[in-house]
Every structure is written in C-alpha cells, then in structure tokens.
C-alpha cells in the first residue's frame, strides 16, 4: 500500500511532535528546580518587608 503525500506529511508531523515531546522531557528533568522557601524570601525582600542585612542572613541559612 502505498502512502500519499498528505499521510506522509501527517507522519513527518507526528514524529516531529514525538521528538519535541522527548526533547522537553529531558530538558525538564536537568532544570534546577529552586526551593520554595528561597522563592518566599525574595517575594519578602522585593515587598519590602525585610531589608537587605536580613534578606543575605536568611539566604546564608537557606543555602547551608
């Protein structure tokens, strides 16, 4: 059976989306996933609601 160009089109397509899928999975799976309370710590800082001496006292205790 032969295929058609339009069916091989859809399969090149499909195989493409196969392989960005893969792609993004590993690419995922490497990313430094930062730590929600460092997260916090700088949405505190940047509000304003700790100044700086206490923001780098805290993010010296968070990264022990």
Do not use: C, H
């Not at 990313?31 to 993010?59: C, F, N, T, V, W």
């Amino acid at each position: 059976m032969m295929m058609g160009p339009i069916s091989m089109i859809l399969w090149i397509i499909i195989i493409g989306f196969i392989i960005y899928g893969v792609i993004q999975l590993i690419t995922k799976s490497f990313e430094r996933k930062e730590d929600p309370s460092m997260q916090i710590l700088k949405e505190r800082y940047a509000k304003g609601e700790i100044s700086e001496q206490e923001y780098e006292e805290k993010k010296n205790t968070l990264e022990r």
